[in-house]
Every structure is written in C-alpha cells, then in structure tokens.
C-alpha cells in the first residue's frame, strides 16, 4: 500500500503525517493523532458518531480517505471549545441533560455546529433534518432538539 | 433533623460526566492507547445456525505474513454462563447459531486478521435447526444441547435433560379449573415477539493482556466488570486477584454489555500471545450478528373476569426463544413467571415459563428483562376481556391493578407503590376520554393505555459495596464497582454522598474507570437496581465516613457526637454553636489541648448492602414469601395516528408516570422516560430477520432501524409519583428499564382504538398494517 505524506490542519494546528491510501480520516483522527473523541459506531456513515467538520462542512469522518484531504482544516470535538470555555452548544448539551451514554455526543456536537453556522435561528424541523444522520440509543433525541434550540437563542455557534 | 430535610438528594444537579462527555474527554474502552506492541484480532464465525464441527484447519491462516496466533475451541472444554453454564468460549464441537465464535486469529493489524480469518478452513455437517420455541419445546424436537443435564445450575433454576427446555418456572395458585365457569368474559390470545438487538452506538470492544507473570488484564465495554471476571476466572481457571478487569465509560449497554459476550475470547487469544495486548472490536455487523438479542416471545395466554369486571383467573404459557445458550436467558423466564400476571391482583393463576434453547443468538438481557415481552400480550388482552364486558379499559385496570399490601402471584405482599396514581395520571395528562380529530382525512386517530410492573430480577443475594475517601481539601473521591452507562448512576451516588457528608456535590468525584483491582464489589449494573442497591452501600460508606469524622471533633471539644452535624463542609454544634472546617482535618486529625499529641487520621468510610430478605420460591407452585426485594410500576398512554394509505403509525404524544419511590434526581428520571419511550416506541417497530438458513439478513442500521431524531413522538409527558419503600435511600428504588417496558402494547391499544385491528404479533411495521387494514375494508379483495 502507497503511503503519502500529507497535512491536516486539525483544530486550527498543522499536523503533518504518513498515511496509506486506505486510511479514513476516523482512524487517521483517533490513532495517528490521539483525537479520541472522534467515535466510531458504524465504520458506514450511517450513524454520525464519527462526525467531524472538514473546512466547516459536517462529513461522517469514516467515509472519507485521510489521503483526499492534504490542507484541509479538520475540526473536531476537541476543538469546538476555547480556553477551557465551552462552546454554547456544548454548555447547552450539559445543562439540559442531552447527553446520556455521551457516545453520539461529539457527532451531534459537531453536526449542531455545522446546522447553527449555516442557520443561526433554526426550527426543530430543521434541527431534525439536520441530525437525521446521528442516532441516539439513549436520550429520545427532544434534549438534544432542545439544547440546540436553546444554543441558537444564545447566539448560535462560535 | 428530619428526614425530608435534603439538601442536594431531590435537585436536578449536573451529571457528574456531562462535561467530560461534551468536550470530547470521556474515555471509552476503544479510546485507550496501547502503542506499537498492540495487536488485533477478528473472529472466524459459523455460517450454519447449527452443525457439528467435523474438522478446522488453521495451516493456511499461519502461513499469512503477520499472522501471530489463532485460537480454537479445540483445546478449551470449559464452558462459562451465569446461572447455568452451557456456554463455550469458543465451540468446540458443535455450533448452535449463526456467528457463533469457532476461532479467533491475532495478527498485525486488523486487515491481515480479517484476511487471515477468511483463511481458516472448517468443515461441518449440518443439523436440522429449529427456530420457533413452541416447536423446540416438543418432544422429539432437534436437541441442541444433549449434555444439558451435565451443566452446573444455580439452584434456583430447572432445566429438563432431554429436552431443549433450559428452565420451567411453575406458578400453581388457587384453582384456576375452578373458576371459569364462574366467569362472565374470558379473553384467549397468543402474542409474538421476534428477536430485536440493544443497539448500543459504541460496539462490543475488549482488549486482553496476558503477561508473563502470570496477571491478565481484560479492559472492556462492560455493564459487569465483576461479573466479567468471576465468569471468565472460573471458566479459565484464573484466581481472581490474577484477572482484572477494567471498565471504564459504557457508550450504551441496554443489558448487552452484561454478563460475559465477547470478552472471555479476547482473553483466550491473548494468552496464546503473551505480553502483547489484543484487541477485539466488534463492527457494526458483528454487532447485529454475534452480540446477544432480547428473546423471542410466544405467549399463550387465557383470563376471564365476572360481570362487575373483577378478574377472576388467568392461565399463562410463556416459550421464551432463548437462544442457542440459555446462560442468562433461564433467569428472564423465571422472572417472567413469577411476575406473570402483570400488574394485577388474581387469585387463580396457572403459568408455566419456559426458556427454550433456539438456534437463534444468545438471548440475554435486555432492557426490562422479560417483562416488555411478557407485558406485549397481557397489557392486549387486558383491554380484550374489558371490551367483552363493555368497562373501559382504564376503569378495569384501575379496578384490578395490583396496590400495596395485596398478595401477588407469588404469594408475597405487594411492596409500597401507587399505581392508581400513574393510571390517573396519564388518563389526565393524554385526556383519555376525548376523542381526537386526525390531522388529515386519510389518517386514523386512537388512543391506547398500558400499565407495567417489574422487579430486579437477580440471584437472591446480590451485594454492592463502596467506599469514601477524603482528600485534604475536603473534596471526596467515591468508589464504587456499579457502572455509568449513561444512566446517571455516578450522578447520583455523587448526590448520595454529598448529602450523607454534608458536603457540596461539586466536591464529590465517582471514581472511573471502574477497576476490579481497586474498585469495591458490585454485582452487576442491571435490573435498575443500583440507585436503590449501590445507592445504599453509598449511604452506608458515606455514613461511616461522618460518624469518623464527628467522633473526631465531638472528642475535641469534649461534646457529644448527638450534639453535632455536617453541613457545608463545616462540623458545626448545636450546643456549643462552634464550628471546624473539614478541611486538613480529615487527613490530619486535630490536635489535643495544647498540641498534646493528636486525634483522627484520614477519613475512609466503607459501607456496603446486601439484600437479606428474598426467599426461595416452590419449585412446583412458585410460591413464597418474599419472591422479590420490591416492584417498581407505571402507566403510559399514548395518542397516535395512522396513514391508511400507507399504514405508517405516527405517535402524538405519550404520557409517561412512574412510581421511583423517591426522586433523587428529578431531571434524571425524566431523562430515562423520555429516552425509554422512544426506544419502547422504537422497539414496535424492530426485528432481527433471518433467512431460511438461519442467517441473519439486515446486520446495519439501515437495514435494523432504530428511531431517529425524525420518528419522535411530538410531545412525550412524563411524570413521576414518590411512594417510598422501606429499603431504599430515601426510599427510592430504580425506573431505568421499565419506562419502555409497556410502549409497545401501548401502542398497539391505540392501534386497535384507531382501525379496529389488533395486531398480535411484533413488529408493527407499515406493510402490515397497510394489509390488515385493507383486508379489513376489503375482505377476500387481494
């Protein structure tokens, strides 16, 4: 297998690394960089766990080759809060109780990030068509309508 | 001080992870690193639901560049299970489902382990299967385990050698015969459920280390991590300090995550390759394929009742599928059976429970443990014998719902609930009696209520144990062995010792991950039991530790321990009015007069809790005194409408009322009724399907759908009621499993109110109900 050298920027840092041509931007993320809050349910893209923002996009980090994206800006779970402040959607997520076992939690971080960046005041359908593609097991999903709800009434995302 | 006087037991404080688990910070068991000398692993599965094993060669597996070890069942006759031992690591000479585990191959990495494992050549000879238990109960019926009477048994358990039956649970009481003629209505049914998966977002993952001196250490996704080791310790013959097992946050568990399904292969495989971790991670298909399902379900059922509608008898055949091994699953037909007849006082009952060995996955636990299956017929036929008599369906459950006090199926006296209560209160909240208009004129609307009892069901005896330790700036670290699974079991011990401390919850920490070698006992986390059970040993520790600490400070100032209390992190008298910050104090003990040498030491309380007071039930009656520690119970309602044109089901609203005895945390609880309404919602709808040769045919999540943030109901209502029980922390005891035990019948309540249709068998899915319903309009018109 070739292995090409590329770089992410993950988290506004470049990260420069050795990848081979198989390498989905999940396990690149989670085992050559130690970003573990990055979750892998499905390995299919048809869960949202893995879901991270490549140049503010929301992408299921599992179904794209880490090779395909030299340069690009990677955001994940790590970096949506600042100096130990948490981002509203992340306050938000906490305060309402959105979060159970927390394993769909990142992806849903990240796809509310993405959701409140393009539609800063969105309705709960719009919420629920955003994260149609993020499952929950645990939550019943209406904290999580509910957390987004309330991150946008408080200014919508960073 | 009063009891009623809390300070933090009774508020809706943050979860004790929240903020881990928003930043990305909460560490799953697959999140941990092990550096260059981790190898991985792949399981090699059975393509038959059942064959003998006649040959398997591993020669070319070996020879693939990287391969380092693979395992079999070849040299390993122990078998592992929990209440009955019918379970082999890896099988040896036979296979009894499709994905059973046959070999396991450790490589490199996981893509030579995948490839290495398509290389292991097995030759079998295949059996007849057989899927329905109702045909694998008969005589005569293809024997999946004929050695059934060699297997170790908890005493408690009956299982039938010669049989495919791994556990008949008898209730025998009053005389059923008897009273039939007595009855004025008698309603007959059976019901079906099929299979259905727990669906957790993070995948079975274990990872094993075998080292040279002799220690094994299993980190693991794990409801059980004692349980875990005690199977595996026992099965291997490994002691107990050898084997640790380290757990640390759960991403889903539903019961699946219980017990042992994986993990003892992880072990076997690092053995074979000592002093390199292994891992092995399930994929999202071998977690539909090779994990353990809730059971299959056929129920016969029979009740009647007299003219004022008082139920007068019932009769019950319960055919659990369990699976192709029963370790677990002969204790959700026992608690099935004595438990059998739902919420309601009888006085004739005649049941048989049976778990039945299937060629299916491993049945185990699953989120209500027996009892959504059991409660899909009763809470059905329930609302069929009501109709008979013309009483509306909730008038007759609150006319014979099961109150505090009465006799239950299994001669023990109802613990305090109030059930009525629940009842009136989703009447309420749903407005039973007024009909509602559909939102579109192709649509249907109806409405249906259901009701649940259930207890943890568990051995007889399990214990939970912890310990509180001080630091010394007076903050707290908790131990306890009971796990976070997203539950809010760590929340809530937190809560429990703040409030037993007199100090602030922030100050608290629970410690994770939850590690055998250093972690207190726990049994398992399962059967809602650890707000009540762990939640006690907390009470316990956290009590110890306080009366070290007023000991201390009462000597000090020469007063009387009565005298004093902890509040704010500050010891305070009543008499004296004086005050001693915990700080330092707690680790260094306070000085006599003058520095004349010094009293206390560092704080540790210890506390632990152990039901004492559940008895043995008759084999032949299933009667006793205390068949249970308690019940929790509930009522649900639900508004739905259906699209004749399409049969989709859509659920408005869902009244949700329990009763949690005492809520320790409010907004915890309406967390797991909201989040246990759309998975009881969801589990209508779900089915494991299986071609004809037993193989499992949807193993993704668009094939196995489970609701999404689209399928919500649009307004779910919970609410709660406070009956105390004289055995829990401030009388509470658990809700997280019984808030979807009754869902489904529930909504097909509604179901039948809106077409007229019942429908029997699960799932409710919209082919099937667009059919019924056209055959209904336009009979013989195909």
């Not at chain 1, 919420?127 to 149609?132: F, G, R, S, T």
């Not at chain 2, 399981?43 to 380092?68: C, F, W």
């Not at chain 2, 568990?253 to 074979?272: D, L, P, R, S, Y």
């Amino acid at each position: 297998m070739r292995i090409h050298s590329i770089s992410l920027i993950v988290n506004g840092t470049e990260e420069l690394l050795q990848v081979p041509s198989n390498l989905t931007l999940l396990h690149a993320l989670r085992e050559k960089l130690g970003f573990t809050g990055t979750k892998n349910g499905c390995e299919a893209g048809e869960c949202g766990a893995c879901t991270v923002l490549v140049d503010g996009e929301p992408v299921n980090s599992c179904l794209v080759l880490a090779v395909e994206l030299d340069g690009k800006e990677i955001t994940t779970i790590e970096g949506l809060s600042e100096n130990g402040q948490l981002s509203p959607l992340q306050q938000a997520f906490a305060d309402l109780n959105a979060v159970q076992c927390g394993y769909c939690t990142p992806g849903m971080l990240m796809a509310s990030t993405a959701l409140l960046r393009r539609n800063p005041d969105p309705t709960e359908l719009d919420i629920q068509e955003a994260l149609v593609g993020n499952l929950c097991r645990c939550t019943g999903y209406q904290r999580i309508i509910d957390a987004v709800m309330k991150a946008s009434r408080n200014g919508g995302a960073q | 001080m009063k009891i009623s006087e809390t300070s933090v037991v009774g508020k809706s404080v943050i979860r004790t992870d929240a903020i881990d688990k928003v930043t990305g910070c909460a560490v799953f068991v697959d999140d941990i690193q092990f550096g260059p000398n981790l190898l991985h692993s792949r399981l090699v599965r059975s393509p038959y639901p059942h064959a003998l094993i006649k040959s398997i060669n591993t020669k070319k597996a070996e020879q693939l560049p990287g391969v380092r070890a693979i395992v079999t069942g070849k040299d390993l006759t122990a078998r592992l299970g929990l209440y009955l031992i019918d379970r082999p690591i890896f099988a040896s000479d036979r296979v009894r489902y499709y994905g059973e585990p046959v070999a396991g191959v450790v490589a490199i990495t996981e893509d030579i382990a995948v490839e290495a494992a398509k290389l292991v050549e097995i030759e079998y000879e295949v059996l007849p299967a057989v899927y329905d238990p109702v045909e694998s109960a008969q005589p005569g019926a293809s024997l999946l385990h004929p050695d059934l009477g060699s297997y170790t048994v908890a005493n408690f358990i009956f299982p039938e050698p010669g049989t495919n039956i791994s556990e008949n649970f008898k209730i025998r009481k009053g005389d059923v015969e008897s009273c039939w003629p007595d009855c004025t209505a008698i309603a007959e049914g059976q019901f079906r459920l099929p299979p259905i998966e727990h669906v957790p977002l993070e995948t079975h993952t274990s990872i094993a280390l075998s080292e040279r001196s002799g220690q094994i250490t299993l980190w693991a996704s794990s409801q059980s991590p004692f349980a875990m080791r005690d199977m595996i310790a026992q099965s291997l013959g490994i002691p107990h300090n050898k084997l640790r097992v380290i757990a640390p946050m759960v991403g889903g568990g539903f019961g699946g995550k219980a017990g042992v399904t994986m993990e003892a292969c992880a072990v076997v495989m690092a053995q074979a390759v000592e002093g390199h971790p292994v891992k092995l991670r399930l994929t999202r298909e071998e977690e539909f394929v090779g994990t353990s399902v809730r059971q299959s379900l056929v129920s016969e059922i029979k009740v009647g009742c007299d003219k004022a509608g008082n139920l007068l008898g019932m009769e019950l055949t319960y055919y659990f599928g369990g699976g192709a091994y029963n370790d677990y699953g002969v204790n959700i037909a026992r608690a099935a059976g004595y438990s059998c007849t739902g919420p309601y006082d009888v006085p004739n009952v005649k049941a048989d429970s049976l778990c039945v060995y299937t060629n299916h996955p491993v049945g185990s636990a699953m989120r209500g443990f027996g009892m959504p299956e059991i409660h899909w017929g009763l809470e059905q036929i329930m609302d069929q014998l009501a109709e008979k008599i013309g009483m509306d369906p909730a008038e007759f459950r609150l006319k014979n719902c099961v109150r505090t006090g009465d006799e239950i199926v299994s001669g023990m006296k109802m613990t305090p609930i109030d059930l009525e209560t629940c009842i009136n209160k989703v009447m309420k909240v749903i407005d039973w009696e007024k009909e509602e208009k559909p939102t579109a004129p192709n649509k249907k609307r109806g409405k249906g209520l259901a009701i649940m009892w259930k207890a943890p069901a568990m051995p007889p005896n399990p214990g939970s144990a912890a310990v509180v330790r001080f630091n010394e700036d007076a903050t707290v670290n908790v131990e306890v062995g009971g796990q976070e699974l997203g539950q809010g079991a760590f929340t809530i011990a937190a809560q429990i010792a703040a409030e037993t401390l007199g100090v602030p919850y922030e100050s608290v920490t629970v410690s994770s991950p939850i590690d055998t070698k250093y972690s207190p006992y726990e049994w398992q986390t399962v059967a809602s039991r650890l707000t009540w059970s762990m939640g006690n040993a907390v009470k316990a520790a956290a009590g110890d530790a306080r009366t070290q600490i007023l000991e201390t400070v009462a000597a000090h100032w020469d007063e009387e321990v009565d005298d004093l209390t902890i509040k704010d992190g500050l010891v305070i008298s009543f008499k004296s009015e004086r005050e001693q910050p915990l700080e330092n104090m707690v680790i260094y003990g306070l000085p006599n007069e003058n520095f004349e040498g010094w009293k206390g030491g560092p704080v540790i309380g210890r506390g632990h809790f152990m039901p004492t007071y559940v008895t043995n039930l008759d084999p032949e009656t299933g009667q006793g005194t205390r068949a249970v520690v308690h019940y929790t119970v509930g009522a649900q309602a639900i508004d739905l409408e259906v699209d004749l044109e399409t049969g989709q089901l859509e659920v408005l609203n869902i009244a949700s009322v329990y009763d949690v005895g005492k809520a320790i945390n409010p907004d915890l609880i309406m967390t797991q009724i909201e989040g246990g309404a759309v998975h009881g919602m969801s589990s209508a709808f779900e089915e494991l399907k299986f071609n004809e040769g037993g193989e499992v045919i949807n193993p993704s999540f668009v094939d196995y759908r489970i609701s999404t943030i689209a399928d919500i109901p649009r307004k779910i209502h919970g609410d709660y009621v406070e009956t105390p029980i004289d055995d829990g922390p401030w009388g509470a005891r658990g809700v997280g499993e019984h808030v979807m035990v009754q869902t489904a019948p529930a909504i097909a309540n509604a179901l039948y109110d809106a077409v007229g249709i019942r429908f029997s068998d699960l799932p409710l899915s919209a082919d099937k109900i667009y059919l019924a319903i056209d055959e209904n309009t336009n009979p013989g018109n195909k």
